[in-house]
């Protein structure tokens, strides 16, 4: 069965650079979420999007944007990076009650 | 507002003993539960979900989870654990009866399993 795709797996960066994070949900399903886990945290929830509309907003920053195509991917993108963006980021679909979580992008800000 | 509490930080058990990972929830309205599984520089992987029906939810590799609405609470259990089952477990919530589709996710509890 398809899974949420994201890419890349692994990205390193320097502090204020930007970084766009890809997120390919599984087909059919409606809703897109992002998620920041810190080293030893849990997941945050950071936006979603319901059939390529903002559909809810968690805690991210304003540096942060994001948005979901035509093809409902999904790519976030960050700006001005700090070290403490260090993280893994998940993209997770869902159709009703049915969420899928991708691998992660790790990203390292140096 | 929804959120989850695991009051573990770890858990650790002998293999082949009955293991418990603690969840509690709160909630407006009523819950829909979930059980995640998360091994080192991998993501979550799904375990099992309580939305309706029976409050005995049964699961992947073996585990259950059982819906108490008295206690507002959603433990997940094993009859026997197993080295492999070492990793950590989130909990989430989702609101039901709210506009917000988000999971929001306990703080985690790491299992350890003894040979």
């Known amino acids: 069965a398809a899974g949420v795709i994201q890419s890349p797996r692994h990205l390193i960066k320097e502090k204020r650079e930007t970084a766009t994070l890809k997120c390919y949900p599984i087909?059919?399903?409606?809703?897109v979420y992002w998620y920041q886990q810190g080293p030893g945290q849990d997941p945050q929830f950071l936006i979603s999007?319901?059939?390529?509309?903002?559909?809810d907003k968690g805690s991210i920053p304003d540096r942060f944007s994001a948005q979901q195509f035509s093809d409902y991917h999904s790519e976030l993108n960050m700006s001005s990076l700090e070290l403490g963006d260090s993280a893994l980021y998940f993209c997770?679909?869902?159709?009703?009650?049915?969420?899928?979580f991708g691998s992660g992008t790790r990203l390292t800000v140096v | 507002a929804q959120s989850v509490a695991q009051p573990e930080d770890q858990v650790n058990v002998a293999e082949g003993n009955p293991l418990t990972v603690k969840c509690t929830y709160s909630?407006?309205?009523?819950?829909?539960l979930f059980w995640y599984v998360q091994y080192p520089n991998r993501g979550l992987q799904f375990l099992l979900k309580?939305?309706?029906?029976?409050?005995l939810v049964k699961g992947s590799y073996g585990f259950e989870a059982e819906f108490n609405k008295s206690q507002t609470s959603f433990h997940l259990k094993k009859p026997s654990a197993l080295v492999s089952d070492s990793a950590l477990y989130f909990c989430a919530v989702r609101d039901r009866d709210s506009g917000r589709r988000a999971l929001t996710f306990g703080s985690g509890t790491r299992l350890q399993v003894q040979p």
């Open positions: 997770a679909s869902s159709l009703v009650n049915g969420y899928t």
């Open positions: 309580y939305i309706t029906g029976d409050n």
């Open positions: 999007f319901y059939e390529k509309m903002q559909s």
């Open positions: 087909p059919r399903h409606d809703t």
């Open positions: 909630v407006s309205g009523n819950p829909y």
